[in-house]
């Protein structure tokens, strides 16, 4: 039987076998709670604290800055949730902050993008009042790869009582990230989307920053997080960032990226949506495109029936499928989004087989829709 293809590393990327010979032992053999007292306890809470040194060396944060998490949507809520009081954000967020604010029913300004998904840092500085309590504002969006100003929002915001979270989840692992150099007051990361476990994360918070405790009933985490730590995922977090040389990462993703719309723009309509693909401007895995004359949905399965796995911006989740609001804000549309993206594990030998597979899929959909 021939491999599947695997290429929505931005939704979860393989485990990196590092990662899962590190996490073995923390599977197997060492179980304590790491709250307590006794040597197997104390075991446990030196692996996790060795893992919080390593995750905070590699983006460029202090150690009790690290506040490890189930999820980078935990991450992010546990940032924004406590805000009662004027927020700014922008209209390419993940649901993991929109509904947040539209939950709350928090009085929220939010800033639009221009058709390459990238927001003005001018435009996120002057919609900032006195009284604003809260800036939210992504590092790279997790559609169509944008990297966005985030260095420039948090340097003219920096004598500004409110805090700013910066969403750095889709650019974990492929590209640089120094959290004591952005200038941000909270930072959310997820090791899954770079060969890391599921179930592992972590929100960085600035010294001397307090903020309300979203998951109650311990004191964990410095009273930061409460519930025993989920070892094994937090050291095969901290392999996977060991691991990772982000130079080499991003050349090899950017040429795996560069070869797949080279042979996929050969299929007519075809359009790529978001920035330029140059290093300043995106993602280097990511590749967003729009296909005219038909859906997402019948490309996504006509694709999975040929052994390619990718990913449509139109849906979050299986259980649902509507447009995107972030191709929406984009003024593109919002209905015909597939997103191929790359990781560790893919070879050029994947982009390939994607490439005839997409122009058979389109062909014969095109065929049937006329």
Known sequence: MTARVYLDHASASPLLPVAFEAMMPWLRDHYADPGRLHREALE???AIEDARSAVAD????????VVFTSSGTEAINTALWWADRHVVTTAVEHA???EVFERGNVETTVVGVDRCGKFDASAVVDAVRPDTQLVNIQLANHEVGTLQPVGEVCHALRDHPARIHVDACAAFGNVPI????VGADLMSITAHKAGGPAGAAALLVKRGVRIPTLVVGGAQERARRSGIENTA???GFAAACTAINIGERAATARKLIAQAWREISAVERVHRLGPPATPDEA???LLCLSVEGVEAEPILIALDQRGIAIHSGSACSSESWEPSPILAAMGVEAQHSLRISVGWSSTESDISRCAIAFAEAVEQLRALNS
Do not use: K, M, Q, Y
Not at 58 to 65: C, D, L, M, S
Not at 178 to 181: A, Q
């Open 283 to 285: 993602l280097p895995h």
């Open 58 to 65: 590699f983006v460029g944060a202090r150690p009790r800055e």
């Open 178 to 181: 120094n959290f004591s150099e």
């Open 96 to 98: 993991a902050a929109r």
């Open 233 to 235: 995922a937090i050291v």
């Open 44 to 46: 446990v809470r030196a």
